[in-house]
C-alpha cells in the first residue's frame, strides 16, 4: 500500500514539475517560445539597477524598482519568480523586512538579500524569518548572482515535489 502511495505521489509531483518547466522552456509541441523568469530588483541606486538590467536581461525579464512601494506594486501586478533586495535603502522598511513581507504575501517567490554590510544580525533575521535563499555581497559577482538565481529557481521547481514524497 504505500508504494503505490509513493508511486501515486510520485507520479503527481513529476506531472506537477513537467507543468512547471513548460513554462520556462516551452512544450515542443506548440513551440511556443521559452518564457523567461521574472526578477524583481529592488535598490535605491539607480546604477545598480541599471547594472544588474544591463547584466542579467538576456536571461531574465526584470523589473527593477527604487522604492519598497514601487517593488509591492509589481508584486501585486505581475508574477515574480524572484525578489533580490538590497538591505540599506532610506525609510523606514529595510530590505529584510521588505523581503518577511514578500515571504508573507508571495511564499512562493525567491528571496535574495544583497547587502554591502555585514551585520550578522541581518543576516540571521533574512535566513530564519524572511526564509531567503542566499545573500549576496555588494559588489555582486555577475556568476555568484547568475548561479544563486538559478540554483534557487531549480529548487523552488523541485523541492515542493520532494516534500510530499517525505510525507509518504
Same mark, same amino acid.
Given at each position: 500500500?504505500?508504494?503505490?502511495?509513493?508511486?501515486?505521489?510520485?507520479?503527481?509531483? &513529476? =506531472?506537477?514539475?513537467?507543468?512547471?518547466?513548460?513554462?520556462? @522552456?516551452?512544450?515542443?509541441?506548440?513551440?511556443?517560445?521559452?518564457?523567461?523568469?521574472?526578477?524583481?530588483?529592488? +535598490? +535605491?541606486?539607480?546604477?545598480?539597477?541599471?547594472?544588474? $538590467?544591463?547584466?542579467?536581461?538576456? +536571461?531574465?525579464?526584470? @523589473?527593477?524598482?527604487?522604492?519598497?512601494?514601487?517593488?509591492?506594486?509589481?508584486?501585486?501586478?505581475?508574477?515574480?519568480?524572484?525578489? %533580490?533586495? =538590497? &538591505?540599506?535603502?532610506?525609510? $523606514?522598511?529595510?530590505?529584510? +523586512?521588505?523581503?518577511?513581507?514578500? !515571504?508573507?504575501?508571495?511564499? !512562493?517567490?525567491?528571496? #535574495? %538579500?544583497?547587502?554591502?554590510?555585514?551585520?550578522?544580525?541581518?543576516?540571521?533575521?533574512?535566513?530564519? @524569518?524572511?526564509?531567503?535563499?542566499?545573500? #549576496?555581497?555588494?559588489?555582486?559577482?555577475?556568476?555568484? %548572482?547568475?548561479?544563486?538565481?538559478?540554483?534557487?529557481?531549480?529548487?523552488?521547481?523541485?523541492?515542493?515535489? %520532494?516534500? &510530499?514524497? =517525505?510525507?509518504?
Amino acid at each position: 500500500m504505500t508504494s503505490d502511495i509513493m508511486r501515486e505521489q510520485f507520479n503527481e509531483a &513529476h =506531472d506537477n514539475l513537467n507543468r512547471t518547466m513548460s513554462k520556462y @522552456i516551452g512544450s515542443p509541441v506548440n513551440k511556443r517560445p521559452k518564457q523567461k523568469p521574472v526578477v524583481l530588483y529592488l +535598490d +535605491d541606486e539607480v546604477k545598480n539597477l541599471e547594472g544588474f $538590467k544591463a547584466s542579467f536581461r538576456r +536571461d531574465y525579464s526584470i @523589473i527593477t524598482c527604487l522604492t519598497v512601494e514601487e517593488a509591492f506594486d509589481a508584486l501585486e501586478n505581475n508574477h515574480i519568480d524572484v525578489v %533580490l533586495s =538590497d &538591505h540599506r535603502m532610506p525609510g $523606514k522598511v529595510k530590505g529584510v +523586512d521588505f523581503l518577511c513581507q514578500v !515571504k508573507k504575501d508571495y511564499p !512562493k517567490t525567491l528571496r #535574495i %538579500l544583497v547587502t554591502g554590510y555585514s551585520d550578522i544580525k541581518v543576516v540571521e533575521k533574512a535566513i530564519n @524569518i524572511a526564509k531567503i535563499w542566499s545573500v #549576496i555581497p555588494k559588489p555582486w559577482n555577475h556568476e555568484n %548572482l547568475l548561479n544563486s538565481i538559478k540554483e534557487g529557481l531549480f529548487n523552488n521547481v523541485f523541492t515542493p515535489s %520532494l516534500v &510530499h514524497l =517525505d510525507r509518504a
